[in-house]
């Protein structure tokens, strides 16, 4: 069979995937699971009992402890055995993904810069694209603050809460502004290209594309080449999106294996209350692009629909980087200010994760019964603002960020268990959103320098 495109062959692997990942879950994984959840609940109450006991009791029980440890190991091996083909799938893509995004942004935007050849503009853009990103990001966290205290979906939650300092697995250390600002410059720029660090590349980048520029005549060869190596990793980019539908059929199956279609009877109106709020920012996203290019908003829809189900059904908005790259530029966004807004954006501009910041950190309150004033959320919406900022590209950056945030209002930190069993389905759409958000960004400064070009 023929597909037209390969949007919709990723949409065949979604579904495919999501059938792939019922089976497993009601044949296998759904009762390992079972099995592992009451093997912790089982060590828990032994743990409790053997702090109570006399010395010959607890000894018994210590016994009974590393049985249970030890069902519970042999269980999580199981459903990791059971699961590795479909987690590989997506694990070799994203891979392939990150394999390139360090070289891809090191060359379009030193090409850019150096096109450039002018320092104030590059500063232009980047004041633009800062003031930009400030601005989205106060209506992402105001939007989830406002939405939040209209569903009210942490009220209709009857779960049993947390255990009083129950471990969260999530480290909340405080941000240190000095750090972040002091990580953003490299000390070695290929260390940065391993490790992808995309704040340290556009640093190096940007130093690198103006003294390229001041060197002229004696610069263009070079300009030449890195030109010819961006063309090259955005082609390599084209090969690599041939597998995107495994990664896809991979990252379903194995999150629906897990989580099955049960969570979703549990956590209904919280899930269905964040994705109404998304798709209300949605609209106001794509009415700034409106704004800025008219119809043709939904020409862009059309050109970042690939990347925006990537980043959603793999739950990363940075598998979809590459390609919203290539697309802006279709779309007729310059590749100078592409290069420079949406790496900017991924650290700086995620407003999906924004809002869940907000939605999520009132939501535990109200679960608790803790209803913050209009003062103290809008002072918490200020706090994650500048807090957010420090923490960006950290794996679960929005849990980190929110159960830091918990205690400086009294919330009990370990609230946030509550919601990780289904962090997925929340990360999927947060990750969409975000690849929306700095679209929509790198337009709307596009628009803002001039340059941008009614290519469809």
């Given at each position: 069979?023929?597909?037209?495109?390969?949007?919709?062959?990723?949409?065949?692997?979604?579904?495919?995937?999501?059938?792939?990942?019922?089976?497993?879950?009601?044949?296998?994984?759904?009762?390992?699971?079972?099995?592992?959840d009451?093997?912790?609940?089982?060590?828990?109450?032994?743990?409790?009992?053997?702090t109570?006991?006399?010395s010959?009791?607890?000894?018994?029980?210590?016994?009974?402890?590393?049985?249970?440890?030890?069902?519970?190991?042999?269980a999580?091996?199981?459903?990791?055995?059971?699961?590795i083909?479909?987690?590989?799938?997506?694990?070799?893509?994203?891979?392939l993904?990150?394999?390139?995004?360090?070289?891809?942004?090191?060359?379009?935007?030193?090409?850019?810069?150096?096109?450039?050849?002018?320092?104030?503009?590059?500063?232009?853009?980047?004041g633009?694209?800062l003031?930009?990103?400030?601005?989205?990001?106060?209506?992402?966290?105001f939007?989830?603050?406002?939405?939040?205290?209209?569903?009210?979906?942490?009220k209709?939650?009857?779960?049993?809460?947390?255990?009083?300092?129950?471990?969260?697995?999530?480290k909340?250390?405080?941000?240190?502004?000095?750090e972040?600002?002091?990580?953003?410059?490299?000390?070695?720029?290929?260390?940065?290209?391993?490790?992808?660090?995309?704040?340290?590349?556009?640093?190096?980048?940007?130093?690198?594309?103006v003294?390229?520029?001041?060197?002229?005549?004696?610069?263009?060869?070079?300009?030449?080449?890195?030109?010819?190596?961006?063309?090259?990793?955005?082609?390599?980019?084209?090969?690599?999106?041939?597998?995107?539908?495994?990664?896809v059929?991979?990252?379903m199956?194995?999150?629906?294996?897990?989580?099955?279609?049960?969570v979703?009877?549990?956590f209904?109106?919280?899930?269905?209350s964040f994705?109404?709020?998304?798709?209300?920012?949605?609209?106001?996203?794509?009415g700034f692009?409106?704004?800025?290019?008219?119809?043709?908003?939904?020409?862009?829809?059309?050109?970042?629909?690939?990347?925006?189900?990537?980043?959603?059904?793999?739950?990363?908005?940075?598998?979809?980087?590459?390609?919203?790259?290539?697309?802006?530029?279709?779309?007729g966004?310059?590749?100078n200010?592409?290069?420079?807004?949406?790496?900017?954006?991924?650290?700086?501009?995620?407003?999906g994760?924004?809002?869940?910041?907000?939605?999520?950190s009132?939501?535990?309150?109200?679960?608790?019964?803790?209803?913050?004033?209009?003062?103290?959320?809008?002072?918490m919406?200020?706090?994650?603002?500048?807090?957010s900022?420090?923490?960006a590209?950290?794996?679960?950056?929005?849990l980190?960020?929110?159960?830091?945030?918990?205690?400086?209002?009294?919330?009990?930190?370990?609230?946030?268990?509550?919601f990780?069993?289904i962090?997925?389905?929340?990360?999927?759409?947060?990750?969409?959103?975000?690849?929306?958000?700095?679209?929509?960004?790198?337009?709307?400064?596009?628009?803002?320098?001039?340059?941008?070009?009614?290519?469809?």
């Open positions: 069979m023929r597909f037209k495109n390969l949007t919709t062959v990723i949409f065949v692997a979604m579904f495919l995937g999501i059938l792939m990942g019922y089976y497993l879950n009601v044949n296998k994984v759904g009762a390992i699971i079972q099995k592992i009451e093997t912790s609940t089982q060590i828990q109450a032994l743990q409790t009992d053997s109570q006991a006399d010959a009791t607890a000894a018994a029980l210590h016994l009974k402890i590393a049985e249970a440890k030890k069902t519970k190991l042999v999580e091996k199981e459903k990791n055995n059971t699961l083909f479909y987690q590989t799938l997506t694990t070799i893509f994203l891979r993904i990150k394999m390139i995004i360090a070289p891809l942004v090191f060359c379009i935007l030193i090409v850019g810069i150096a096109k450039l050849g002018d320092l104030k503009q590059v500063g232009r853009i980047g633009k694209a003031g930009w990103f400030v601005f989205a990001s106060l209506v992402s966290l939007l989830g603050m406002l939405l939040v205290n209209v569903f009210h979906p942490g209709l939650i009857h779960m049993p809460l947390p255990a009083k300092g129950a471990e969260t697995g999530i909340a250390s405080a941000i240190n502004p000095q972040f600002i002091t990580h953003i410059f490299p000390e070695n720029i290929f260390d940065a290209l391993a490790k992808n660090e995309i704040l340290q590349i556009v640093i190096f980048s940007i130093l690198f594309g003294a390229l520029a001041a060197l002229k005549e004696k610069g263009k060869s070079l300009v030449s080449a890195l030109d010819t190596a961006g063309h090259v990793m955005l082609k390599i980019t084209s090969y690599i999106m041939y597998l995107a539908p495994l990664a059929f991979g990252a199956a194995a999150a629906v294996a897990v989580l099955g279609i049960g979703l009877n549990k209904a109106v919280y899930i269905a994705y109404a709020s998304l798709g209300l920012l949605w609209c106001i996203l794509f692009g409106f704004l800025a290019v008219g119809k043709k908003v939904v020409s862009l829809f059309r050109h970042i629909r690939q990347p925006i189900i990537l980043a959603f059904s793999t739950s990363s908005s940075e598998a979809a980087m590459p390609k919203t790259i290539e697309e802006l530029n279709r779309f966004c310059p590749e200010i592409t290069g420079f807004v949406l790496p900017l954006g991924y650290s700086f501009n995620l407003d994760s924004m809002m869940y910041m907000t939605f999520a009132i939501s535990i309150g109200h679960i608790y019964g803790i209803d913050l004033s209009f003062q103290q959320q809008l002072t919406l200020l706090m994650l603002m500048v807090t900022k420090g923490i590209g950290v794996p679960r950056a929005s980190v960020v929110i159960t830091a945030m918990l205690a400086n209002f009294g919330i009990p930190t370990e609230g946030i268990l509550l990780i069993g962090d997925q389905i929340l990360d999927m759409g947060r990750s969409a959103t975000n690849v929306v958000g700095n679209a929509i960004a790198t337009v709307v400064v596009s628009k803002w320098e001039g340059a941008f070009k009614k290519n469809n």
